[in-house]
């Protein structure tokens, strides 16, 4: 009996360590492949009939995910076979107005699905390429795009018309003879009567041939420019396209040296901030007037105004008030009513400070003023768009479009009619709509806001008129919506701070119950308690509410250190009660708690999810309150929760990376240690689309870069600094790391050091990096802070 009592107190004990080992963090153990973890189902599509749910789920740990389906009476996920993955219907695609039939494009070809059966007819089959498919007026023919060209096929015969005509190569002319040249050529015809005869025969070919000829499609040549944006109105009377001019710019080169052909192989790169940009100009085609309209944007109220920035320098101010040119803007595609008999664009001035919405007149190509958004800092925020168009606009009926703006600091629904331009804001308060969607009747706007709390998103319904906006789920966290084609049911893919992502079904009504689909998750990864991070706040030194998690040791070290996380992008929301895009971050956060640390992740100055000011506080000075956000958290750390200010540490990547750099250069006393990955060092070498919305351009705003660029900070380091960058990194290229190096060489600096992924772009893929830096991490941290 005793024998038997201890084998079982043995086993007991054994098992109970390898519990506690099984749940024990190690960096080797949360940087291996995710799918350790278990996979959360993606790419959740909803059937034409709105009865099944597909979705990419790898329940199994296998290699790569697999389709996965669910019916709305039947929510045991099933896996889809290979073949029956081939039949599959494209989940994009235009419906007819009665919703029973459904157009879409699947491999270059084009498809005709009835939506009551589920089967599907091909409509084309060739090696071109079939896109941008649509029904015409009266739904007895479609209308898609083959090469640079749109067609119109019947469906009751297959009759196929060539609606355009363009060309790359402009009409040559007969060359000019020289005196010499018409003498000959008149003495020839003058001499020989077979070349008299040949020339009376040719002249009567011309003749019949002009007799006989067929009606053609207008020819229009775009020479060497990219046709873009080519489509039909509903109504069939007009075409529009744009035709966009590439700039001529100087590319990035990426060396690759761990290529299969055993050389250096040059990965050609992105342009720089400043480069030459791309211009477009867009037309109309009157197919009745066979009338070709160019659309000009000089009417457009302010084409001419300057930027508040150029008052810094007085003589660039003067030299383009004395130009006084039309700034360069680029024009979204037009936006039809349902009747093809208005149109409305968005276009976007090139130096970001202007959205313009304005209406379309089709027959002579003018535009009138709808809505003006300007913004001296830059144009943004959800739905907003950018560039060449997107963002939230389309129409409710025939009169009235809606939109999202930041006018009142904040992204939110507007509606205008277009006859009256009376303009109405539908939501209003303090939180931003994510995203939009008008219902079907036209009555109603889905959206998505965290207007419960910034780090809340939840699904709402509001009418079109305005009024109460209704909440349909009430799960806490992240609720990602995909809505049933009936709108009858809502498939939410749903996470909280410790839980990632599951697949949740739900009918389309307040205070309906989800219930849940999948469940992701390992043993292995449910064997560890992970934390729910504390949301805390604080004010910066400017009196701003900033949001951050914190993690905190249940047993701190008696040295009481502490690591700031910064999150990249700049642009991007981190502190919210949903499972994290750092996923790999936050369980590192969990083993640095679990060895004696307090972690803070901020949602620094210039993250998403707080409104335009907070969006745009950045503007000409990164590295300004996107840094002293990190100095105020700091502070916070050592008042509130005991930190000792000599052992506090900081990093990030990418421009996580670059606020580590900045920490460690400009504010040396405050950070002990830092982690610099995949850092920008130097503005002015980073990409056009994201650096000249916040800085304008290095020639133009040269004090924005001096003071925003790490490099020129270098000489400030005093702490230990680690720097790791993928070499094949085509976003921030290996060139930044390699020329701050070069420059902390010059400074004589030797506290620090540069990890080099041979194999990594920006995203790092391979688990055996991710290990080698966060080791590297670590031991950084454990050397500088925890001693």
């Not at 007991?12 to 350790?36: H, Y």
């Not at 067609?151 to 018309?161: D, V």
């Not at 383009?320 to 979204?332: F, L, P, S, T, Y």
């Amino acid at each position: 009996m005793k024998k038997q009592l201890l084998t079982l107190f043995l086993i007991a004990n054994v098992a109970i360590s390898q519990a506690q080992e099984l749940g024990k963090l190690t960096v080797d153990k949360i940087m291996r492949d995710p799918v350790w973890m278990g996979t959360s189902p993606t790419n959740i599509q909803w059937s034409a009939d709105s009865k099944t749910i597909y979705f990419q789920w790898n329940p199994k740990g296998e290699s790569k995910s697999s389709t996965y389906f669910i019916t709305t009476s039947d929510t045991e996920p099933k896996e889809l076979s290979q073949d029956a993955e081939k039949e599959l219907p494209s989940f994009r695609g235009t419906l007819n107005k009665s919703k029973t039939q459904k157009l879409y494009e699947k491999n270059g070809d084009i498809f005709l699905l009835a939506i009551k059966t589920g089967k599907s007819k091909q409509l084309t089959n060739t090696l071109d390429r079939e896109s941008g498919v649509n029904f015409n007026k009266d739904e007895t023919a479609i209308v898609y795009q083959r090469g640079d060209n749109l067609y119109q096929q019947s469906l009751s015969n297959g009759e196929l018309i060539q609606i355009t005509n363009f060309v790359r190569s402009k009409p040559k002319g007969e060359a000019k003879l020289n005196a010499q040249e018409k003498w000959l050529k008149n003495e020839q015809l003058n001499l020989f009567d077979i070349l008299k005869k040949e020339k009376k025969e040719d002249s009567e070919n011309k003749l019949e041939a002009k007799f006989n000829e067929v009606k053609r499609p207008k020819e229009i040549n775009i020479d060497d420019a990219s046709l873009n944006g080519l489509q039909i109105s509903p109504n069939g009377d007009y075409i529009t396209y744009r035709l966009i001019k590439r700039a001529e710019a100087k590319n990035t080169i990426v060396p690759n040296y761990v290529d299969s052909s055993g050389f250096t192989t040059p990965i050609n790169g992105r342009t720089k901030v400043g480069a030459s940009q791309s211009t477009s100009v867009s037309f109309i085609y009157d197919i009745d007037r066979d009338t070709l309209i160019s659309i000009k944007t000089s009417s457009l109220v302010g084409i001419k105004d300057l930027p508040d920035y150029v008052k810094d320098y007085p003589q660039q101010l003067a030299e383009r008030q004395k130009k006084n040119a039309d700034r360069e803007v680029n024009m979204g595609l037009p936006v039809w009513n349902e009747r093809g008999t208005k149109a409305v664009v968005s276009i976007f001035s090139q130096d970001n400070k202007d959205r313009w919405i304005m209406e379309l007149n089709p027959q002579n190509g003018n535009l009138t003023l709808l809505d003006r958004q300007r913004d001296e800092a830059w144009i943004g925020g959800p739905g907003i768009g950018g560039s060449f168009g997107g963002g939230s606009l389309d129409w409710i009926d025939n009169e009235t479009i809606y939109f999202q703006s930041e006018a009142s600091g904040y992204s939110h629904i507007y509606t205008l009619n277009t006859n009256t331009k009376v303009k109405n804001q539908i939501t209003n308060g303090n939180y931003e709509v994510q995203t939009l969607n008008l219902s079907a009747d036209k009555k109603s706007f889905y959206f998505t806001a965290n207007m419960e709390h910034p780090g809340i998103t939840h699904f709402y319904k509001i009418p079109v008129i305005g009024g109460e906006a209704v909440k349909i789920t009430s799960m806490k966290g992240g609720n990602e919506i995909s809505l049933s084609p009936d709108e009858k049911y809502l498939a939410i893919r749903y996470s909280y701070s410790n839980k990632p992502w599951e697949l949740y079904l739900q009918p389309n009504k307040a205070g309906a119950k989800a219930k849940q689909i999948t469940q992701s998750t390992t043993k292995e990864f449910e064997s560890y308690q992970w934390r729910d991070p504390e949301m805390v706040t604080f004010n910066n030194r400017y009196g701003t509410k900033v949001y951050a998690r914190l993690y905190q040791s249940k047993n701190a070290d008696a040295t009481k250190p502490a690591v700031i996380f910064v999150h990249g992008a700049g642009y991007l929301q981190n502190v919210h009660y949903q499972w994290s895009s750092y996923f790999r971050e936050y369980m590192f956060h969990n083993l640095l708690a679990d060895n004696g640390y307090t972690v803070l992740d901020i949602d620094y100055t210039g993250s998403s999810g707080y409104g335009r000011d907070f969006r745009t506080g950045i503007y000409r000075h990164m590295g300004g309150k996107d840094l002293t956000d990190q100095v105020d958290g700091a502070k916070l750390l050592v008042d509130s929760y005991g930190v000792n200010p000599k052992k506090i540490g900081i990093y990030g990547g990418s421009y996580g990376g670059f606020i580590t750099l900045m920490a460690m250069f400009t504010t040396p006393d405050v950070f002990a240690a830092g982690a610099g990955l995949r850092s920008v060092t130097d503005w002015a070498h980073y990409n056009h689309g994201y650096t000249s919305n916040i800085l304008n351009e290095p020639y133009n705003d040269e004090k924005s870069y001096q003071i925003s660029s790490p490099i020129n900070f270098a000489d400030g380091l005093k702490g230990h600094l680690l720097m790791c960058h993928g070499m094949l990194d085509l976003n921030v290229n290996f060139q930044d790391i390699v020329r701050l190096s070069q420059r902390l060489i010059e400074l004589k600096k030797d506290n620090w050091e540069l990890a080099a992924f041979p194999i990594e772009d920006h995203g790092f893929e391979e688990p055996t990096s991710w290990r080698d830096e966060y080791s590297r991490i670590y031991k950084l941290f454990e050397e500088n802070l925890n001693n």
